[in-house]
């Protein structure tokens, strides 16, 4: 993976807040960071260093220095409160934390805790030239956390074979190039930013211009100059930009709307593109958005064609290298068009296992090795239309995947809170908002205003319920269990 830096390319690699690095400079940077890490060692051998830095060139070096210097990479949620922090961290097992002095201040009781030492991403470099270890394909390279329909978050492991094989579908299947240029906004402790943007474009020798966060003004204002060929959203920053455009004056808008349409791809995913967002986006740039369907564990796996139609509502065919099949609820394979049934993807891209989770991992894949998403399809005129989740329990909210027990299991904490249902409603911008049903304790009071005070520091902003309702009792089935689907309807 990171032999594909390639330093004598010539080229800028990343752009930030107006300064450019080059393939030489982030080679170079990430060797010495790499040297600091080994502090004479030969090899980390796979030691978890976990990071917590913004989407910017140091984020870039790190991740790079850990693998070449034979670590597993931990990038951080910045945007976590600490209980999820220590989560990761305690889980993954990680040794040491790289961050900036700035946000130093505020992890280190929390490394304290967790017995891992904190060091600043700024004294960490070493001149020394020291010879990097000669690393097997196999060796595991990343750790990625994503919500399931269990309690708390699991580890993702990737090998160095799993990210090259997830980058180099895209690179073939969307023609990537060194010529690319792509603005980079998406947080960088999910595989849409990590692979599908800085992994690709670091791949194809191509510029990436780095956002520590989604700054509309900002991206806004290169895409009207011109800056991008691609750009790779989930559908919520699509809605966002169509509504800020409605907001400006007609002259403004038409600059931004002819940058979009003079780009050589627009890509959805993450979450599920509304027809009537693919038909707006068109109509307003002129650009048919590629939507395609991934997961943290299986890479990309289905694409709309680069080349050929895109069809609105619909995910596309498997990408190369990738093997899909839908299975109905028998566990018979579906033969042919019309019948829906559970994702299963197979091949190089798919992750090796949950971290520390043997049962986890023997759970999620066929005997035969098949990775089963819980994600339902149906094959609809040669195309994949995505159908929703086997489980109500996972929520997706503006792109990012939620597990309604963890949130849960938080909120039940709160001492007025007897009883909850966390579901996902319906929503616009957002795909799905998070919502809650909440019985309070006998003769307790609560307000929504003082509920969201409370979540802050115990859960990350976007897992924050947008909705809640206070109700008598939950509605349960003849076994006792509340009945979440039925609660949909009511918000
Ligand atoms: C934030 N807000 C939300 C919210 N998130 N409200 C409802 N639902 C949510 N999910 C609220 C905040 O509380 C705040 O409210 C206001 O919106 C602005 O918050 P923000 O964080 O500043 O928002 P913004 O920066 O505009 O973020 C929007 C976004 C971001 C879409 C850019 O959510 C994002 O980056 N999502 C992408 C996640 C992602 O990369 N997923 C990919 C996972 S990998 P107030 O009241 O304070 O103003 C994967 C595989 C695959 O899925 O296939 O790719
Ligand atoms: P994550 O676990 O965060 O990687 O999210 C992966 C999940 O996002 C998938 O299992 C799907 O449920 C969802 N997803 C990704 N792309 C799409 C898409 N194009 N349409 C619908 N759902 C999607």
Redesign the pocket.
């Given at each position: 993976m990171f032999a594909q830096i390639r330093p004598d390319n010539g080229r800028t690699a990343l752009i930030e807040d107006g300064r450019t690095v080059s393939y030489g400079e982030l080679d170079a940077a990430s060797r010495r960071f790499a040297a600091g890490l080994l502090g004479g060692k030969a090899d980390l051998e796979e030691e978890r260093i976990a990071f917590f830095l913004p989407g910017s060139a140091d984020y870039v070096t790190v991740m790079h220095g850990v693998w070449r210097a034979g670590g597993i990479a931990v990038p951080l949620n910045t945007?976590s409160a600490i209980p999820e922090l220590e989560h990761y961290l305690s889980t993954a097992r990680v040794t040491r934390l790289v961050a900036r002095a700035d946000d130093c201040a505020n992890l280190a009781e929390l490394c304290a805790q967790c017995g891992t030492e904190l060091l600043d991403v700024a004294k960490l470099g070493s001149e020394e030239a020291v010879s990097l270890p000669d690393l097997p394909e196999t060796r595991r390279a990343m750790i990625l956390f994503t919500s399931g329909t269990t309690n708390k978050p699991k580890g993702v492991v990737s090998t160095h074979a799993n990210i090259r094989a997830q980058i180099t579908a895209l690179i073939e299947a969307w023609e990537w190039s060194e010529e690319d240029a792509i603005p980079l906004?998406?947080?960088l402790h999910?595989?849409?930013?990590i692979i599908?943007v800085l992994g690709c474009g670091l791949w194809a020798g191509a510029a990436v211009h780095l956002f520590g966060?989604?700054d509309?003004e900002r991206i806004v204002r290169g895409v009207a100059a011109g800056d991008y060929s691609l750009f790779m959203?989930?559908p919520?920053?699509y809605v966002?930009i169509l509504q800020y455009l409605e907001g400006l004056e007609s002259e403004s808008a038409e600059k931004i709307c002819s940058g979009f349409g003079a780009m050589r791809l627009n890509v959805s995913?993450?979450?599920a593109c509304p027809v009537p967002l693919f038909e707006q986006w068109r109509k307003r740039t002129g650009q048919v958005l590629l939507e395609?369907?991934?997961?943290?564990e299986i890479g990309?796996a289905i694409s709309n064609p680069y080349r050929g139609e895109r069809r609105a509502g619909h995910v596309g065919q498997p990408l190369p290298g990738v093997e899909v099949r839908l299975v109905d609820e028998d566990g018979s394979v579906v033969d042919g068009e019309g019948q829906p049934g559970e994702i299963h993807v197979r091949g190089p891209a798919v992750f090796l296992e949950y971290w520390d989770n043997p049962q986890a991992t023997a759970e999620s894949f066929t005997d035969d090795g098949w990775f089963c998403t819980g994600d339902m399809a149906v094959l609809d005129g040669g195309y994949y239309r995505i159908m929703g989740r086997s489980s109500i329990d996972i929520i997706?909210?503006?792109?990012?995947?939620l597990s309604a027990l963890e949130i849960e299991g938080v909120l039940l904490n709160h001492p007025a809170i007897a009883e909850i249902a966390v579901v996902g409603a319906e929503?616009e911008?957002?795909g799905e908002?998070?919502a809650a049903f909440i019985v309070l304790q006998g003769g307790a009071q609560l307000s929504f205003e003082e509920l969201k005070a409370w979540c802050d520091g115990r859960l990350s902003?976007?897992k924050?319920p947008?909705r809640v309702q206070f109700v008598e009792a939950l509605p349960r089935n003849a076994m006792g269990k509340v009945t979440k689907p039925d609660l949909r309807p009511l918000l």
């Amino acid at each position: 993976m990171f032999a594909q830096i390639r330093p004598d390319n010539g080229r800028t690699a990343l752009i930030e807040d107006g300064r450019t690095v080059s393939y030489g400079e982030l080679d170079a940077a990430s060797r010495r960071f790499a040297a600091g890490l080994l502090g004479g060692k030969a090899d980390l051998e796979e030691e978890r260093i976990a990071f917590f830095l913004p989407g910017s060139a140091d984020y870039v070096t790190v991740m790079h220095g850990v693998w070449r210097a034979g670590g597993i990479a931990v990038p951080l949620n910045t945007g976590s409160a600490i209980p999820e922090l220590e989560h990761y961290l305690s889980t993954a097992r990680v040794t040491r934390l790289v961050a900036r002095a700035d946000d130093c201040a505020n992890l280190a009781e929390l490394c304290a805790q967790c017995g891992t030492e904190l060091l600043d991403v700024a004294k960490l470099g070493s001149e020394e030239a020291v010879s990097l270890p000669d690393l097997p394909e196999t060796r595991r390279a990343m750790i990625l956390f994503t919500s399931g329909t269990t309690n708390k978050p699991k580890g993702v492991v990737s090998t160095h074979a799993n990210i090259r094989a997830q980058i180099t579908a895209l690179i073939e299947a969307w023609e990537w190039s060194e010529e690319d240029a792509i603005p980079l906004f998406l947080p960088l402790h999910h595989i849409h930013g990590i692979i599908n943007v800085l992994g690709c474009g670091l791949w194809a020798g191509a510029a990436v211009h780095l956002f520590g966060k989604f700054d509309m003004e900002r991206i806004v204002r290169g895409v009207a100059a011109g800056d991008y060929s691609l750009f790779m959203a989930v559908p919520t920053v699509y809605v966002k930009i169509l509504q800020y455009l409605e907001g400006l004056e007609s002259e403004s808008a038409e600059k931004i709307c002819s940058g979009f349409g003079a780009m050589r791809l627009n890509v959805s995913g993450s979450a599920a593109c509304p027809v009537p967002l693919f038909e707006q986006w068109r109509k307003r740039t002129g650009q048919v958005l590629l939507e395609r369907y991934g997961m943290t564990e299986i890479g990309m796996a289905i694409s709309n064609p680069y080349r050929g139609e895109r069809r609105a509502g619909h995910v596309g065919q498997p990408l190369p290298g990738v093997e899909v099949r839908l299975v109905d609820e028998d566990g018979s394979v579906v033969d042919g068009e019309g019948q829906p049934g559970e994702i299963h993807v197979r091949g190089p891209a798919v992750f090796l296992e949950y971290w520390d989770n043997p049962q986890a991992t023997a759970e999620s894949f066929t005997d035969d090795g098949w990775f089963c998403t819980g994600d339902m399809a149906v094959l609809d005129g040669g195309y994949y239309r995505i159908m929703g989740r086997s489980s109500i329990d996972i929520i997706k909210s503006g792109g990012y995947k939620l597990s309604a027990l963890e949130i849960e299991g938080v909120l039940l904490n709160h001492p007025a809170i007897a009883e909850i249902a966390v579901v996902g409603a319906e929503d616009e911008m957002w795909g799905e908002a998070v919502a809650a049903f909440i019985v309070l304790q006998g003769g307790a009071q609560l307000s929504f205003e003082e509920l969201k005070a409370w979540c802050d520091g115990r859960l990350s902003s976007y897992k924050v319920p947008k909705r809640v309702q206070f109700v008598e009792a939950l509605p349960r089935n003849a076994m006792g269990k509340v009945t979440k689907p039925d609660l949909r309807p009511l918000l």
